[in-house]
T-cell receptor, first 114, second 115 residues
């Protein structure tokens, strides 16, 4: 079974600074997809960024980028120029080659210090 | 595109009662997923449908949990004989089988409290 591990329960960063959230996963599949979702307090889960395992190029969405290391099974999220609105729980998620549900990590609580 | 909607948003019930939650997916999405999220944890996958077919239900937590998607549009999740341990957020997500990147879009969830 696939597992996703987020080793940082909480991270804090000054506004406008850069922060990196860690995620590792375990799988025996070669075809899979990885996601970062953001869940603000009492609000719904929003997709931040996604990465296909077959793509070597790291995904980027505006201030958000990933460092995908397939051999190391690592998928970290970098947030540049942090803003107060980035404060949320961030979940790393894995999807295999089939159509099954996502496997989530336990999340990282990101605090933005003004 | 109105997004995924879930009703009710909050439900308080007494132990032993049955509850039913509804999810309306994004209209063009043919896949629908149910998750449970307890406090301090990531969502846990329960079941999913492609159109009206329930293709995975082994992850449902017990035989007290059941889900339906009778016409391939909205879905319901029912919990019979609720227990205090069922208190959680129940999330619904939808996706399109035509999306090669398999992205799931989530609803706001139904928060269940069992007294």
């Amino acid at each position: 079974a696939q597992t996703v591990t987020q080793s940082q329960p909480e991270m804090s960063v000054q506004e406008a600074e850069t922060v990196t959230l860690s995620c590792t996963y375990d799988t025996s599949e070669s075809d899979y997809y990885l996601f970062w979702y953001k869940q603000p307090p009492s609000r719904q889960m929003i997709l931040v960024i996604r990465q296909e395992a077959y793509k070597q190029q790291n995904a980027t969405e505006n201030r958000f980028s990933v460092n995908f290391q397939k051999a190391a099974k690592s998928f970290s999220l970098k947030i540049s120029d942090s803003q107060l609105g980035d404060a949320a729980m961030y979940f790393c998620a894995y999807s295999g080659g089939g159509a099954d549900g996502l496997t989530f990590g336990k999340g990282t609580h990101l605090i933005i210090q003004p | 595109d109105t997004g995924v909607s879930q009703n009710p948003r909050h439900k308080i019930t007494k132990r032993g009662q049955n509850v039913t939650f509804r999810c309306d997916p994004i209209s063009e999405h043919n896949r629908l997923y149910w998750y449970r999220q307890t406090l301090g944890q990531g969502p846990e996958f329960l079941t999913y449908f492609q159109n009206e077919a329930q293709l995975e239900k082994s992850r449902l937590l017990s035989d007290r949990f059941s889900a339906e998607r009778p016409k391939g549009s909205f879905s319901t999740l029912e919990i019979q004989r609720t227990e205090q341990g069922d208190s959680a957020m129940y999330l619904c997500a939808s996706s399109s089988s035509g999306d090669a990147r398999k992205t799931q879009y989530f609803g706001p969830g139904t928060r269940l409290l069992v007294l």
